[in-house]
């Protein structure tokens, strides 16, 4: 059975393997193995720690096989997105260029840097072991956060946001970085991939153009990847959307990956929760797919997936792996969302 729980200290090793193995690169997940220690570190105590409102805490989740003890895969929560220093962005603008003599108004679109993102909770990290099969997992490891964030509704801002891989090629180059950042850094997009920290260090104002990009000056085969998300992160775009992210006006500054965000109010962990209570379940039992989650003492979270009723009465019937893996007993209340919306009447076609 697979299960997400906070990351720990205990895990250094496989996350060490993950941090240098993961394509693309993790920006939660330093190469560096005392670098990384810290931050495993920090979200231990970011996960203890009483919080009133957004800092500097950062969330490290891992997917862990009940009946191996091997970690599958990780994803972690930013509660403040440059917290030490400003997370930048590019922001679609729309500017006009009129001429009453000539006769001419026109809209053009152009990319400014910005860094109005930051200090808005971010989920980044995301990773899952290519040997898993099914979207299952994919849906697990990501949703989880948002579960946690849907139960800790302190520790994070009201928006949150999500920074998706933009389209590469098969050899990985950028057709955005090839007309834009190669011209002003002079380097290729995997190093500074690496060295970026996540979109907040202060080399990225330095170096990177102040001034308005047009767009229809850039090459068209990057115009055609602004806001659009690699083959490779589609399953992770469709997710997005099912918990209710929405495109906004931002792309990545590097790739021009799509930066997605959503009111946590409006998010299917919180306007789909429903609170059970779990007990033993019986043989047989079968229901819909949910998201089940359990805030524990001191941090201890855990999410899996599982059958329930789709009747709340009916309780959370949970077999004991899935109670041991949640570390609940008969009577405790879990967060359950159903994992993907309900269809509804227009949907399924029954519309008139």
């Known amino acids: 059975m697979l299960f997400v729980r906070p990351g720990r200290l205990a895990d250094l090793d496989a996350l060490e393997h993950m941090a240098r193995t993961a394509q693309p690169v993790l920006h939660s997940l330093p190469h560096d193995r005392r670098a990384l220690e810290a931050r495993v570190a920090l979200s231990e105590d970011s996960f203890r720690a009483e919080v009133d409102f957004p800092g500097e805490e950062f969330y ?51 990319l400014t840097m ?48 999500s920074l998706l891989l933009g389209v590469t090629d098969e050899n990985g180059v950028s057709p955005f970085w090839e007309a834009v950042g190669r011209k002003f850094f002079g380097r290729n997009f995997a190093d500074i991939e690496i060295e ?32 659009e998300p690699d083959s490779k992160a589609l399953l992770a775009y469709e997710i997005h959307l099912e918990e209710g992210f929405e495109t906004d006006r931002f792309i990545d500054i590097f790739d021009a990956g799509p930066v997605l965000t959503a009111q946590v109010d409006r998010s299917a962990c919180v306007t789909l929760n429903e609170t059970r209570v779990a007990h033993e379940a019986a043989a047989g039992a079968n229901g819909s797919t949910y998201l089940i989650a ?39 209340t879990v967060r359950c969302v159903p994992l993907h919306r309900p269809e509804t009447n227009e949907q399924s076609g029954d519309a008139q």
């Open 196 to 227: 970026s920290g996540g979109r907040s260090r202060t080399f990225i104002a330095e170096v990177m153009p102040t001034y308005p990009i047009y767009v229809p000056l850039l090459p068209e085969a990057a115009q055609r990847v602004l806001g």
């Open 294 to 332: 359990h805030n524990g003492a001191d941090g201890q979270f855990r999410c899996l997936l599982g059958e329930l009723p789709t009747a709340r009465n009916e309780g959370a019937p949970l077999a004991q792996p899935a109670r041991a893996a949640l570390g609940v007993q008969d009577g405790d």
């Open 114 to 161: 910005s860094h109005e993102l930051t200090g808005k909770s971010r989920l980044a990290g995301y990773y899952i072991d290519p040997s898993l099969r099914g979207d299952a997992a994919a849906h697990l490891m990501s949703r989880a956060r948002m579960m946690y964030i849907a139960a800790n509704r302190k520790r994070f801002t009201p928006e949150v946001f």
């Open 60 to 110: 490290l989740f891992v997917l862990e096989d009940s009946e191996s003890g091997k970690l599958m895969g990780t994803a972690s929560i930013v509660a403040a997105a440059g917290y030490s220093d400003p997370f930048y962005a590019f922001r679609n603008d729309a500017l006009i260029h009129a001429s009453r003599e000539l006769h001419v108004n026109r809209k053009i679109h152009a």
